[in-house]
């Protein structure tokens, strides 16, 4: 996993950094990207990278407010950390809501219709800060959770699981997300490590899955642990909480309302019977604001210094031969091939695409003001 380029190399891309319940994410406002399927020029590799603990800014997943696809306000798109792409977040998606908030200035009672992989999905700001979101209604047929598991007596995708030796009474219910659930006497006593990947990468989830042990402390009140797809073990998750509890309703091991503790803290999830739909209570709260290296500048370099590296050896550049770009290369470059410049010639042309006026502008006047003051403390030593 190679280290991120230093920021000051390239030029700035502006994040912030949400948590619901500890479930935490980078957010970029990408409202006015140009090109919106390659907003911010983010690959698997790099949000592995930013998601990453030590070699990153360290996250479970990144999130990009986007233009509208499908009628709403906007649109999100989520990255799990591993770099793979799920259709909804229900943690994330209060954390879009505060983002918004805290970046247009909005107030309680505002709501968003937000285009997702799993359709429309509306956040609303409530009067305590938190923020309820109308999830829809949870996907109980097998092919649309997906998983291989029949429809059972309780109504939805049901059966016995075996992993790595133990059998497990399990069901399954989507949120556009799949999600496999298990009822246990105690969560505390689950080992997560040895069940959870087994869980998610098992056959009968084609699409992989996020796991979610449950005990019933209540007939309103659940406690759960998660594993996440393309996560591993986090927090808390959104949409596992509803459909956790969707799944415990149809169970008959809850009512249709209740508290669920989740290791991050506690989601107040409700299943409306007339409307069909999950609503989801919760907070989400900003961490921090950051600045990184403009993934689009820093991939050019990469590829202009592994061109260069394909190169054959170039000859000892001849001091007599040393050509002045300015006065020579007027109309091009005229040996692109072998050009004495190029790494010169290849971060500025990195710097200029991708660098605005007034930042170019911010640059020459920081670097002029520190050369400046570099030349006053020479002559008259440092200043007071
Ligand atoms: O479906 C998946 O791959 C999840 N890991 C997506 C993230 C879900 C999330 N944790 C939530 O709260 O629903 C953001």
Sequence with gaps: MGRLPRVSTFSKLQFSKYQGLGNDFLMLDGRRAPEPDTAFGLTADWVRELCDRRFGVGADGVILALPASAGGELRMRIFNADGSEPEMCGNGIRCLARFLADIDGDGPGRTWQIDTLAGRIVPQLLDDGRIRVDMGAPFMVPEQVPTTLAVGPAGLPQGELEIDGERFAVAAAGMGNPHVVIPVDRVEEIDLERFGTGFEHHPAFPARTNVHFVEVLAPDHLVMRVWERGAGPTLACGTGACA?????????????????????????????????????????????DGAIPDPAAVAAARAQ??????????????????????????????????CPNAEARARVEALLGTTSLDDLVTLATNSLESRTRARFERVDGPMG
């Design 305 to 338: 210094a592994a061109q260069r590296s394909q190169l054959p050896p170039t000859a000892p550049a001849d001091p007599a031969a040393a050509v002045d770009c300015a006065k020579v290369c007027t109309q091009g470059c005229i040996q692109p091939d072998n």
């Design 244 to 288: 956790t509890l969707v799944a415990c309703h149809s169970l008959g091991l809850c009512e249709r309302r209740a508290r669920l503790d989740l290791p991050g803290g506690p989601l107040q999830i409700q299943w409306d019977a007339g409307s069909g739909k999950v609503f989801m209570d919760g907070p989400a709260e900003h961490v921090f």
